[in-house]
């Protein structure tokens, strides 16, 4: 005989919660289980699948459109809505609409496209007056009465200066080639120099820087005066008391050019003494002080240092009144006594 099993607690808490779900029963009853379904074969499973692929689908096709009858026309009629029209008459609105929003965005572009040309003519047509009105008016043509000229002194001759100035009278002041007007007062005697400015409107500022005459010279017509570039720029008929007169011989331009550099380096009050000078070659250059000695220069070179040594034996208590000073050599002057 078999010996009693005891239940392990899982076994006991699994039958309690059978009595529990039994509605009528004692304790020692089971739940049944329902039946299982039998399952479809294979090709009942193919065939049903297969019937609802090929199968129409009604949700998919469009709605069919149902008969109207006369009263449901008859209250569209009266409807205060307005009945949409079927889809081609749709498609032609929004392609009329297209149209008119393309007519009028040309028509913009086209009105838009006038105001630019008209603003870049109305620049044009300023910008154009404005030029005309700079370059071509009268406005701002020269007047030979507007002209200021300063510098003119007797060594120029104004006739030509003005001759020059009433060649441009009207021309306009922005096309005026300055630099060429300066040229041709250069080109008068007596100018060494020439400076142009533009007045505004119609005026110019003449400045002239005039030749100074250093020395004069005997000449057919009477006396010339020359600058220190041998450049007559004057005509007398009697040599100046305040300029040395010059001696040389007539055409030698290279003994007339070494005794006027030798003037260009005398000192001012030193070049106020003297009365006369002269020299018959290049190495020869002389000249007399008025109460003073006589200067023996000899040639153009060291005219500078010459010049000093000359004012200082002149400042000097030895310097003879009527004797001979010679600085040809100007590291070793000689002085001597009246011949």
Excluded: C, Y
């Excluded at 006038?114 to 020269?142: D, E, K, N, Q, Y």
């Excluded at 005039?210 to 000449?219: K, N, T």
């Amino acid at each position: 005989m078999s010996e009693p099993r005891t239940r392990t607690p899982e076994e006991g808490r699994a039958s309690g919660r059978g009595r529990a779900a039994t509605p009528q029963g004692g304790e020692g009853q089971r739940v049944s289980k329902a039946p299982a379904r039998p399952r479809p074969s294979r090709e009942i499973e193919t065939r049903t699948r297969r019937d609802i692929e090929t199968r129409p689908r009604r949700d998919l096709e469009p709605p069919r459109r149902a008969q109207e009858s006369p009263k449901s026309e008859a209250r569209v009629q009266d409807s205060p809505w307005v009945r949409v029209g079927p889809k081609s008459a749709h498609i032609d609105t929004v392609t009329q609409r297209m149209n008119e929003r393309l007519a009028e965005r040309k028509r913009t572009e086209r009105r838009r496209a006038w105001v630019r040309f008209g603003r870049w003519a109305a620049i044009s047509g300023v910008v154009a007056g404005a030029l005309w009105a700079f370059f071509m008016s009268p406005l701002f043509a020269l007047h030979p009465s507007k002209v200021e000229l300063l510098g003119l002194t007797a060594e120029i001759d104004g006739t030509e200066v003005a001759a020059v100035i009433e060649a441009h009278d009207g021309e306009s002041l922005a096309l005026l080639n300055v630099p060429h007007v300066a040229d041709q007062l250069r080109d008068i005697t007596g100018v060494l120099d020439a400076k142009v400015e533009r007045v505004w409107p119609s005026g110019l500022r003449v400045t002239l820087v005039p030749r100074q005459p250093v020395a004069a010279i005997a000449s057919a017509e009477g006396f010339a005066l020359l600058d220190a570039d041998a450049i007559q720029v004057g005509l007398v008929e009697q040599p100046p008391a305040n300029m040395p007169l010059v001696s040389v011989p007539v055409g030698d331009d290279r003994v007339l050019a070494a005794v006027l550099e030798v003037i260009r380096n005398l000192p001012a009050d030193v070049l106020g003494r003297v009365s006369g000078i002269g020299a018959q070659t290049e190495d020869t250059v002389s000249f007399g002080l008025r109460d003073g000695p006589r200067v023996e220069w000899g040639s153009a070179d060291d005219s500078a240092l010459k010049a000093q040594v000359l004012a200082a034996m002149l400042a000097s208590s030895s310097a003879p009144v009527g004797g001979v000073i010679d600085v040809s050599a100007p590291t070793l002057p000689i002085t001597r006594a009246g011949e």
